[in-house]
């Protein structure tokens, strides 16, 4: 895992030294730091507690391939509408949430409740991947004029590299002591692993200069796992347990355009 990560921020730090005429396209590189909500087995679903206290934070390295102009000649590429309304980026990010369980049966007075509220975790997800962003508006337009915001939508794919950390604070998990009844005999897991998501965002830039931009986005990852944050119901037993984990993420970001 470590090397593949290395190699991709090599990469994306040497991507911008292979613009030229044959590509037809020039580079924009940037970062974001924002807030992560977390959906996991940890806490109920569509509970406010939940929703507000499984929260984390992420940061990330992005690199934009821009189609609507050629760096290396300082001239716009031909008018097509992809080339004036799409753009790829490439990203590199990472986010870490704490995870416990809130809502009803946390707060219950019963050794079930006690079980639950003593159960912590961790989910720690380095992601690699790429999207495809669309933007409504003209590209070029957007980047002539200062002070102009830019919306758009994306959609892509992600590989995603993950950590957790699962225990009681009654002792070692496996046994009717400390462990909650849905997750034995083997419903959880400290492992780690990797999986596949899709993520999908809107958001909006913002010309702050000639080559620099500040953006803000909402997205919505989706990982093709349910051990992500290290707990998993049997979903044969437990109808509740119906997707996988997913997170929101909330982030602001500057990009700057490689001249």
Request: charge should be negative; include cysteine; proline fraction near 3%.
């Amino acid at each position: 895992m470590t090397k593949k990560i290395k190699h991709f921020v090599f990469l994306l730090l040497l991507s911008p030294l292979f613009s030229n005429a044959q590509f037809g396209f020039s580079h924009e590189i940037g970062a974001f730091v924002g807030g992560v909500a977390f959906q996991s087995d940890f806490g109920v679903r569509h509970d406010m507690k939940t929703n507000a206290g499984n929260t984390g934070f992420g940061i990330g390295l992005v690199h934009y391939m821009n189609f609507a102009y050629r760096a290396e000649c300082n001239c716009y590429t031909p008018e097509t509408y992809f080339n004036d309304h799409f753009k790829l980026r490439s990203e590199l990010s990472y986010n870490s949430t704490k995870l416990e369980h809130f809502g009803e049966w946390a707060e219950k007075n019963s050794i079930w409740g006690n079980q639950l509220k003593a159960m912590k975790g961790e989910a720690k997800v380095t992601d690699i991947g790429m999207q495809l962003e669309y933007f409504p508006l003209s590209i070029r337009e957007f980047t002539a004029t200062d002070g102009a915001f830019a919306p758009f939508i994306a959609l892509g794919a992600h590989y995603s590299f993950f950590q957790n950390n699962t225990y009681s604070e009654l002792g070692p998990l496996g046994t009717p002591i400390t462990t909650y009844p849905d997750y034995l005999p083997d419903g959880y897991s400290s492992e780690g692993g990797s999986t596949f998501s899709v993520v999908s965002s809107i958001g909006s830039r913002y010309k702050l200069t000639e080559l620099s931009d500040l953006f803000i986005e909402l997205r919505w990852q989706y990982y093709f796992s349910d051990w992500v944050d290290g707990l998993r119901k049997d979903p044969d037993l437990y109808s509740e347990n119906k997707a996988n984990d997913w997170n929101l993420w909330l982030h602001v970001g500057y990009i700057y355009y490689l001249d």
